[in-house]
């Protein structure tokens, strides 16, 4: 099974923006789908983004769509999500997941029992 541990977060004005990276151990991150999720207080985890394993297939929940930029780099086994013209409502501790897919990643299906430790996201308006 795969080990995930993200990081990159902080504290950002509205518009502005942050770089989030995944790195991966154990088994071959590149045989796996990767997506970042978010979960902000009082919500429910919600799928932002998706990549396929090669990188040639890519999903964004609407509301970052045009914002946010998913990318990996296999060589490195690190994931990456550049977050662009960030809101205050993008505010929530992001998480990055292993998947069979950008759709079932999409659909909230992932691999692995339990979440790492996420990396917080806030931004001020």
């Known amino acids: 099974q795969v080990q995930l541990v993200e990081s990159g977060g902080g504290l950002v004005q509205a518009g502005g923006s942050l770089r989030l990276s995944c790195a991966a151990s154990?088994?071959?991150?590149?045989?796996?789908?990767m997506g970042w999720f978010r979960q902000a207080p009082g919500k429910e985890r919600e799928c932002v983004a998706a990549?396929?394993?090669?990188?040639?297939?890519?999903y964004y929940a609407d509301s970052v769509k045009g914002r946010f930029t998913i990318s990996r780099d296999n060589a490195k086994d690190t994931g990456y999500l550049q977050m662009n013209s960030l809101k205050p409502e993008d505010t929530a501790v992001y998480y990055c997941a292993a998947g069979l897919s950008t759709a079932q990643l999409a659909a909230g299906a992932r691999i692995g029992d339990s979440w790492g430790q996420g990396t917080q996201v806030t931004v001020s308006s």
């Open positions: 990549i396929n394993w090669s990188g040639t297939i890519t």
């Open positions: 154990g088994r071959t991150f590149s045989s796996y789908a």
